[in-house]
């Protein structure tokens, strides 16, 4: 398979990015033990989870990237929870940015609509999904910039053949690139920042809720206290 030269540059700058989120928050441990027990629990999920809870929440997912190997996290490795566009799942954590808001949304709501129908759709359900947006700030000494790579272009926004993707994901990841600027799949025009080294990331600010829904039919609905970001879009557009 042939791949890009990656070449280095610097990257400074802002990207988005949008992740699960409960609102409002909840106690996860409220249903499996009494309220004066929970600090004994909370205590034990720190012990045993392989989770560095003092590192910045930024960098988890680089921290499941690493735990996979456990063996008694092997059902992890096996199903590849971590899959992505850029990783396999099987050997290190990508943290997935956007340059813009919109773009990040597209993104996520199209690993939404996956879920969604692997989950409940087929009971005819609308999934829904509660988000958070952060707005970061990065700073890397080796970025590569694969929106440049236009004879690649196709290859880098295939809709769900990910190995070219996965080759350069890997390769990035062997020789210490920083990060990447690649067009979106999911936005026309987008562009995505994949992160393959935590210390990329320099800082990460909640700016606001928002909640997808997702219908069966594909038409999905983004509503937030942002006027900005309350519409809806059909998922056959989002990929192209």
Same mark, same amino acid.
């Given at each position: 398979?042939?791949? &890009?030269?990656?070449?280095?540059?610097?990257?400074? =700058?802002?990207?988005?990015?949008?992740?699960?989120?409960?609102?409002?928050?909840? @106690?996860?441990?409220?249903?499996?033990?009494?309220?004066?027990?929970? &600090?004994?629990? @909370?205590?034990?999920?720190? $012990?045993?989870?392989?989770?560095?809870?003092?590192? &910045?929440?930024?960098?988890?997912?680089?921290?499941?990237?690493?735990?996979?190997?456990? +063996?008694?996290?092997?059902?992890?490795?096996?199903?590849?929870? =971590?899959?992505?566009?850029?990783?396999? =799942?099987? @050997?290190?954590?990508?943290?997935?940015?956007? !340059?813009? !808001?919109?773009?990040?949304?597209? !993104?996520?709501?199209?690993?939404?609509?996956?879920?969604? *129908?692997?989950?409940?759709?087929?009971?005819?359900?609308?999934?829904?999904?509660?988000?958070?947006?952060?707005?970061?700030?990065? *700073?890397?000494?080796?970025?590569?910039? $694969?929106?440049? +790579?236009?004879?690649?272009?196709?290859? $880098?926004?295939?809709?769900?053949?990910?190995?070219?993707?996965?080759?350069?994901?890997?390769?990035?990841?062997?020789?210490?690139?920083?990060? $990447?600027?690649?067009?979106?799949?999911?936005?026309?025009? =987008?562009?995505?920042? &994949?992160?393959?080294?935590?210390?990329? /990331?320099?800082?990460? !600010?909640? /700016?606001?809720?928002?909640?997808?829904?997702?219908?069966?039919?594909?038409?999905?609905?983004?509503?937030?206290?942002?006027?900005?970001?309350?519409?809806?879009?059909?998922?056959?557009?989002?990929?192209?």
């Amino acid at each position: 398979m042939d791949l &890009p030269e990656l070449k280095t540059a610097k990257y400074e =700058g802002e990207v988005f990015r949008n992740i699960y989120t409960c609102a409002p928050s909840q @106690d996860l441990l409220e249903d499996i033990c009494d309220f004066e027990d929970a &600090p004994f629990l @909370d205590a034990l999920i720190q $012990l045993t989870s392989e989770i560095d809870h003092e590192a &910045p929440q930024a960098y988890r997912p680089f921290q499941y990237g690493k735990i996979q190997d456990q +063996e008694i996290l092997a059902v992890f490795k096996k199903e590849k929870w =971590g899959y992505s566009r850029f990783s396999d =799942g099987t @050997d290190y954590g990508v943290w997935y940015s956007a !340059e813009d !808001e919109m773009t990040s949304i597209y !993104e996520a709501s199209w690993w939404a609509y996956q879920l969604g *129908k692997d989950n409940v759709h087929s009971k005819g359900e609308v999934y829904t999904t509660d988000r958070m947006m952060y707005q970061c700030s990065l *700073k890397a000494e080796q970025m590569v910039d $694969l929106s440049l +790579e236009q004879n690649f272009y196709s290859s $880098l926004t295939h809709p769900h053949d990910y190995r070219f993707c996965h080759a350069i994901g890997r390769q990035s990841h062997q020789q210490g690139v920083h990060l $990447l600027r690649t067009p979106s799949a999911r936005k026309k025009n =987008g562009i995505c920042v &994949p992160v393959f080294q935590a210390h990329a /990331i320099q800082s990460a !600010e909640k /700016i606001f809720y928002m909640r997808f829904h997702i219908n069966i039919d594909g038409m999905i609905a983004v509503s937030s206290s942002r006027k900005k970001f309350n519409f809806s879009f059909q998922h056959s557009i989002v990929t192209f």
